[in-house]
């Protein structure tokens, strides 16, 4: 069965520092997310991406963070200067036509800011 | 708004027991509901999904049936195994933006 898999599982980083992680969705999926859970607590919506654009983004996603599909296979979210609070776990999920097609998600990649 | 209100865990039985996670729904519309399970270690696991009022969702000796009347989805298996032991999350598919909402999730543990 195809899934998503991100890179890397974990990542470690310094605040202040820029990450990208990385997300391969399913090749015939059409619809992109990124969601975040900080450890022990909800899975939080951070965005979504359809036809090479952002279709809606919540009140976390500020201004230091972007997403990018660049080649048509890879999907990745940026952050461009880390905080200690972006530690958390963040999955990737894609999803197919048909409004009630659910996402699949990928295992996440665990970012911790030291 | 749009939300999702789970259960608070963590939910603890013994192998062959009856589960019941609740889950109710505040929405807008109609939306598609889901649960998910995310074993240790592991990333989301759709679990099972319906779409409409009076649905039921199964997979893998869970159920959950879609009560608009209620606004409720909740979760239950006749008889857990060690191997259930997991984070079980409810969550609302907003139909117009496609993106999921999530409960808090449920820890379930079950000892043999």
């Known amino acids: 069965e195809p899934e998503v898999t991100q890179t890397p599982s974990h990542q470690v980083t310094q605040m202040g520092q820029e990450v990208i992680l990385r997300c391969v969705p399913i090749?015939?999926?059409?619809?992109f997310y990124w969601y975040r859970q900080i450890l022990g607590q909800k899975v939080e919506f951070l965005v979504s991406f359809y036809n090479n654009e952002i279709s809606e983004k919540s009140e976390i996603f500020d201004d230091q963070f972007s997403v990018e599909r660049p080649d048509g296979s890879n999907f990745t979210l940026k952050i461009r200067s880390t905080k200690l609070e972006d530690s958390a776990m963040y999955f990737c999920?894609?999803?197919?036509?048909?409004?009630?097609?659910?996402?699949?998600f990928g295992n996440g990649t665990r970012l911790t800011v030291t | 708004g749009n939300s999702v209100t789970q259960m608070e865990g963590p939910v603890t039985l013994s192998e062959e027991a009856f589960l019941t996670i609740n889950c109710t729904y505040t929405a807008t519309g109609y939306p598609s509901l889901f649960w998910y399970v995310q074993y240790p270690g592991e990333g989301l696991q759709l679990l099972l999904k319906?779409?409409?009022?009076?649905d039921k969702g199964s997979n893998k000796g869970f159920e959950a049936t879609y009560r608009k009347e209620t606004t409720s989805f909740h979760l239950e298996k006749g008889s857990v195994q060690v191997s259930d032991s997991a984070v079980y999350f409810c969550?609302?598919?907003?139909?117009?933006?496609?993106?999921?909402?999530f409960g808090k999730g449920t820890k379930l543990s079950v000892k043999p």
């Open positions: 969550a609302l598919l907003r139909r117009s933006q496609g993106n999921l909402i």
């Open positions: 319906a779409t409409k009022a009076d």
């Open positions: 999920a894609s999803r197919g036509e048909g409004e009630n097609s659910p996402l699949h």
């Open positions: 090749s015939n999926h059409l619809y």
